[in-house]
């Protein structure tokens, strides 16, 4: 027997205010970013500071590597996602950012929104991601 479609979830397309209400509420996204061999996506705590998200890595890391710039001010282009979804229900967001990336100065990491990672150990290279373009979808019951 085919489920009613009046039934079925409805998915619509979230604004840039709604994305970044959503945004505020989480701790754990994703950054997307070209790492040299392609493609690569880390999961990292976060925090909202304004139209950005400000994370945390190691100094060692990939992340870092790839995201450090050697051109005062100039950012990486990288992307930042976000959802939350019950699996039983299948309904819930998916939030993306899309912007410049750029590693935080001393002054710059005490005027930001604090971050505290959960992962321990050597966690002191701070990064900005400007949100140049915001989409989000939404599933919900009609």
């Known amino acids: 027997m085919a489920a009613n479609s009046s ?3 409805v998915l619509e397309e ?6 970044m209400r959503l945004l505020e509420g989480g701790v754990i996204g994703r950054v997307a970013f070209d790492d040299g061999e392609g493609p690569t996506v880390i999961p990292v705590n976060y925090a909202v500071d304004g ?4 994370f945390r890595t190691s100094s060692s890391g990939r992340m870092n590597r790839s995201l450090l710039t050697s051109v005062v001010g100039g950012e990486v282009r990288a992307a930042f996602q ?3 979804f019950d699996e039983t229900d299948h309904l819930g967001w998916s ?3 899309r912007g410049g990336t750029h590693h935080l100065t001393e002054q710059e990491r005490a005027e930001t929104a604090q971050v505290r990672p959960w992962p321990g150990g050597d966690r002191d290279e701070w ?4 949100a140049h373009e915001v989409s989000g979808r939404r599933l919900r019951r009609p």
């Open 82 to 84: 976000v959802d939350r």
């Open 7 to 9: 039934d079925q979830p």
């Open 95 to 97: 939030v993306l950012l």
């Open 51 to 54: 139209d950005a998200v400000v």
């Open 127 to 130: 990064f900005r991601l400007s």
């Open 14 to 19: 979230l604004d840039r205010d709604e994305c």
